[in-house]
């Protein structure tokens, strides 16, 4: 089974007020301050997609994966806008293994990410810093437990699974070449009530 979902766009801005790289590039003389930015204006182009699918390989493995492209163009310039949204790909892998009374909708999950580089005058501005390709893997699993009547949803991730370096395109800690965070867990319980106030 395959469900497929969509969303396109495209914009024309006149006169949008912005922030980006001065050119010829200057940098702040106080130590570590790095490139100097300016608001400039001018009209712009933003077109882009985002393309999602969820589809069901056999009753216990299912296959997500969303596709999201931005494109901005400066007719004045002839260049993309500053701190353009890389184009991405996100895939999950979700695994349903086992089923008990007590404990239900057990998964374990793949996620990937793959995060595409962003140079060129397509792009980027100029003299704005190009920032490499990237991939990022996943790992996560949860469960619901019942406690008598009392629901528990359990879920542990591991972001960043293999402890990747990456500059991420629009962060501003890129410009002085600090990476994103690096391997990360998360343990989330909940605990769902219901009631009257």
Do not use: M
């Not at 949008?16 to 050119?23: A, S």
């Not at 790992?139 to 991420?168: M, P, R, S, W």
């Amino acid at each position: 089974k395959l469900v497929k979902k969509k969303l396109k766009f495209l914009s024309i801005i006149l006169t949008i007020i912005y922030i980006g790289p001065t050119f010829p590039a200057r940098f702040s003389p106080l130590p570590e301050a790095g490139q100097i930015f300016r608001y400039r204006q001018d009209n712009a182009i933003y077109a882009g997609f985002e393309l999602q699918w969820d589809w069901s390989l056999a009753s216990n493995l299912s296959l997500s994966q969303a596709i999201d492209f931005v494109q901005s163009y400066n007719p004045e310039t002839n260049l993309a806008l500053p701190f353009t949204p890389q184009p991405a790909i996100r895939t999950d892998l979700r695994i349903l293994p086992v089923e008990r009374d007590w404990l239900e909708e057990f998964y374990i999950e793949i996620s990937h990410q793959y995060h595409f580089a962003a140079s060129g005058s397509l792009r980027i501005d100029r003299s704005e810093q190009a920032t490499p390709a990237f991939q990022l893997w996943g790992l996560g699993l949860g469960t619901d437990i019942h406690l008598g009547k009392q629901e528990i949803q359990l879920n542990c991730q591991v972001q960043n699974f293999f402890h990747t370096k990456y500059l991420a395109h629009l962060s501003r800690y890129r410009l002085i070449n600090v990476p994103e965070q690096g391997r990360n867990i998360v343990l989330t319980v909940k605990v769902p009530f219901s009631g009257k106030l």
